[in-house]
């Protein structure tokens, strides 16, 4: 709550600096063309709407006074959803996100299935040309991956005598439980992706790829090396080695600990010969190779067979091919807030405000909509042990 007073007092006060990053195009597209007298007048009336929630939410007022008060301002529905769908974007952003460390953030076009289109070739080391002599020819191959985006959402309602009744607590939490829910939503199809519920997805991760563990077991800084041992084994279709950068685990929070005591230890202790019977002390050279340790709790929702046990390594995203996809709908890459305007008019005149709700049953309602999908892309760029 404390953060949708402070997005709002920043409204109130003019400072849009965070309020219109990466906006969408639903209510707020209202009123803000081109003219940029009209964008003025469009923030200023925002403005005044943040301030009467802000009042309602802090106990100034009462949510009936409000919805009088509403009244005096022209297009009061679509200037309150517009606070509503600034706030659930900020929400939105600030929410943690599992599958931006890992998959590579795309665009579709449209609904259709879509390729993301793949070019090997012509980076293998350089031939000598001798003097007088042609250069030597190489030949770029193709390959493609296929996925398209799906429609997700949900329709949030508020009934006129609950809004009456109460201090608008929940209308002062809907844009976060919205947000939270658009990040799960990412999330839950990231991780749905990787593994199903036997474990990790065994036509990805497979022994022929080179990708799987040979002799799963536990997390350890054993395993861990072998994992991107195996990493960085791989070879391009080339022949030439495959640069994963600083790579990525993905641990259920089972192993959270686990996994953290291991990267973020200060030093291990090892054996300089195989037949020596001393240790020396060295730094974490896990330190330097793990960019981060990303905990996904989806993991053992999904995965029922190995959730609590299966970890993963992925390869850095931005550097060559990555192993996931995100794919996002071009013009709406992030949740969009509607609000059903209301449907009704006074007898004796007069507007309705859209806390008092629609004809039939005075409701208030809402939908958020988020267009998303996604694919598994290079095996290459990824590792997968089930654990013991």
Same mark, same amino acid.
């Given at each position: ?213 040979? =002799? #799963? *077991? ?11 041992? @195996?990493?960085? $084994?791989?070879? !391009? ?33 090892? =054996? #300089? *010969? ?11 050279? @896990?330190?330097? $190779?793990?960019? !981060? ?96």
């Amino acid at each position: 709550m404390s953060n949708l007073l402070e997005l709002l007092g920043s409204i109130k006060a003019g400072d849009n600096t965070n309020v219109y990053e990466g906006d969408g195009t639903s209510v707020r597209s209202r009123g803000r063309g081109r003219d940029p007298r009209a964008a003025v007048e469009y923030d200023r009336r925002v403005a005044e709407v943040a301030g009467k929630l802000a009042d309602v939410i802090e106990g100034k007022k009462h949510p009936y006074v409000l919805v009088q008060e509403a009244e005096s301002t022209s297009d009061f529905p679509f200037l309150f959803g517009d606070v509503i769908d600034r706030s659930l974007l900020q929400a939105y952003a600030a929410w943690p996100s599992i599958c931006q460390s890992i998959a590579r953030r795309g665009r579709r076009r449209d609904f259709r299935i879509g390729k993301a289109f793949t070019v090997d070739g012509a980076n293998s080391p350089l031939s000598q040309v001798q003097q007088g002599t042609e250069y030597p020819q190489d030949a770029l191959t193709d390959g493609d991956f296929s996925y398209g985006v799906s429609k997700y959402g949900r329709a949030l309602g508020f009934l006129w005598e609950a809004i009456v009744n109460d201090d608008l607590d929940a209308l002062g939490q809907a844009p976060t439980l919205l947000a939270q829910a658009a990040r799960y939503t990412e999330d839950r199809f990231f991780t749905e992706l990787v593994v199903d519920v036997t474990g990790p997805d065994a036509t990805f991760f497979a022994s022929g790829h080179g990708n799987l563990a040979s =002799a #799963p *077991g536990p997390l350890t800084l054993d395993s861990l090396q072998v994992g991107i041992a @195996a990493m960085q $084994a791989q070879k !391009d279709p080339q022949g030439n080695p495959i640069f994963t950068g600083q790579v990525r685990l993905m641990v259920p929070p089972a192993l959270q600990v686990t996994a953290n005591n291991i990267v973020h230890a200060t030093q291990i202790y090892t =054996a #300089p *010969g195989a037949t020596s019977g001393q240790q020396v002390a060295t730094a974490n050279w @896990a330190a330097d $190779a793990i960019a !981060d340790v990303v905990v996904n709790p989806w993991l053992p929702i999904v995965d029922t067979t190995k959730g609590n046990t299966a970890w993963y390594l992925f390869a850095d995203p931005g550097i060559g091919r990555p192993a996931v996809e995100m794919g996002f709908l071009a013009g709406h890459e992030q949740p969009e807030v509607f609000m059903k305007a209301p449907d009704s008019v006074r007898v004796g005149g007069g507007v309705v405000g859209s806390l008092d709700g629609d004809f039939a049953t005075d409701g208030v309602a809402y939908k958020v909509r988020h267009v998303l999908g996604g694919t598994l892309m290079d095996y290459r760029a990824a590792y997968a042990n089930p654990g013991a």
